[in-house]
């Protein structure tokens, strides 16, 4: 798929999990063509990228339907996630070349410490911290020696929370002392447990290394099962992952995670 095709497909889906196509909506090619600018060729190929995903799905009669994810799929998909980078911590540890991409998660778990160490929690650590995160899962993913566990990964790294390394934040939160504080104490016990990890994978200790992963990606659960308690109107745009996005663009999230 050409990058205009994916491109759109990634602008279709935004729309759909912020609410702006509704559940049910029939999808239009030519009020597609006309919203976004492009011919028909890229919208039909966006839209084919967005039925495998299950984003839409075939209306009854030509077109196609918004099916848009709810937050008990968003639950269900972290926990498979969690599965996954678990497996892959396992057989990382059991790798004999492991050793060579220690260097690399040692990396990120030393610079998520260094910012932590900064105090602040503003847009550009955040996105540092972010980009670490992602280095230090994704490290563990492509080292793992099972191609399927990464390409699994992918197939729902799309939903909001699920692309690898995601770190979502509460702006409500964050605009307090208090708030800053907390959120830092949590990320110093996420990074710990990434010490923990990396430990157990250095000394080949397979059991370790998967249920250590294992509660540490569970914590995703956790909060969002926090977050559901404290809104009972929960949204999928509540539940938008700090990925790559401005803040400024997320409405909100649950708090920290990773």
Do not use: W
Not at 132 to 146: E, K, V, W, Y
């Amino acid at each position: 798929m050409d990058s205009i095709d994916a491109d759109l497909a990634a602008q279709i889906r935004a729309a759909i999990i912020q609410g702006e196509f509704v559940e049910g909506e029939r999808l239009s090619e030519a009020k597609l063509c006309d919203v976004y600018g492009v011919s028909r060729t890229p919208v039909r190929m966006a839209l084919r990228l967005l039925e495998r995903e299950g984003v839409i799905r075939k209306g009854d009669g030509r077109g196609y339907m918004v099916h848009s994810p709810t937050v008990t799929d968003i639950l269900q998909a972290v926990q498979v996630r969690g599965h996954l980078e678990s497996l892959a911590a396992r057989l990382m540890a059991m790798s004999p070349g492991r050793h060579n991409r220690l260097p690399d998660l040692a990396a990120a778990i030393d610079e998520i410490e260094r910012l932590i160490g900064l105090g602040v929690m503003d847009d550009a650590t955040l996105r540092l911290l972010q980009q670490q995160n992602a280095n230090f899962h994704g490290t563990i993913l492509d080292a793992c020696g099972n191609d399927f566990v990464g390409f699994t990964c992918n197939q729902i790294s799309h939903l909001p929370m699920l692309e690898v390394g995601s770190m979502v934040f509460d702006r409500q939160v964050l605009s307090t002392p208090e708030g800053v504080e907390r959120s830092l104490f949590r990320l110093r016990f996420g990074n710990a447990q990434h010490k923990v990890i990396y430990e157990a994978i250095q000394k080949g200790d397979a059991v370790r290394a998967e249920g250590v992963m294992r509660e540490h990606s569970n914590t995703m659960v956790e909060y969002i099962e926090v977050f559901e308690k404290r809104n009972e109107a929960l949204t999928l745009s509540d539940l938008i992952s700090y990925s790559g996005i401005d803040l400024a663009q997320v409405n909100s999230g649950a708090e920290l995670s990773g």
